[in-house]
C-alpha cells in the first residue's frame, strides 16, 4: 500500500500563488510517476500535471507556462502561479506503479 499525504491548498486572490506538496510513503517502487489532478464542482476529473522518476513532465493545456511540478524522490509539487478562478478545485495527489493511488484531496480557491 502507497499513503499519499497533500498539503497546501488554500483560499487564493486571482493573480496570486500556492505550492502544494505530497508526500508518499509505504511500498514505494521505481520506476514510478506522480502528479495531480483536479475536480471542480459538477466537472469531472482531470490531469493537471504529472512528472516520472526521471523527471520527465507532461501539463494539461490550461496550466502551461503557469504551473511547475516537481519531485524530491517520493515527495511531489505543484507551484501554481498567476491563479484564476477556473482553477479552483480540489486538488489530487496520484501516484502511478501499476496501479494508481489517490490522496485524499485538497482544496485551492481561487476568488476575489
Known amino acids: 500500500q502507497v499513503q499519499l499525504v497533500e498539503s497546501g491548498g488554500s483560499f487564493v486572490q486571482p493573480r496570486g500563488s500556492l505550492r502544494l506538496s505530497c508526500a508518499a510513503s509505504?511500498?514505494?517502487?521505481?520506476?514510478?510517476?506522480m502528479g495531480w489532478h483536479r475536480q471542480a464542482p459538477g466537472k469531472q476529473r482531470e490531469l493537471v500535471a504529472v512528472?516520472?522518476?526521471?523527471?520527465l513532465t507532461n501539463y494539461a493545456d490550461s496550466v502551461k507556462g503557469r504551473f511547475t511540478i516537481s519531485r524530491d524522490k517520493d515527495t511531489v509539487y505543484l507551484q501554481m502561479n498567476s491563479l484564476e478562478p477556473e482553477d479552483t478545485a480540489v486538488y489530487y495527489c496520484?501516484?502511478?506503479?501499476?496501479?494508481?493511488?489517490w490522496g485524499q484531496g485538497t482544496q485551492v480557491t481561487v476568488s476575489s
Open positions: 496520484v501516484y502511478a506503479y501499476g496501479t494508481l493511488y
Open positions: 509505504g511500498k514505494i517502487f521505481s520506476p514510478n510517476a
Open positions: 512528472i516520472g522518476s526521471g523527471g
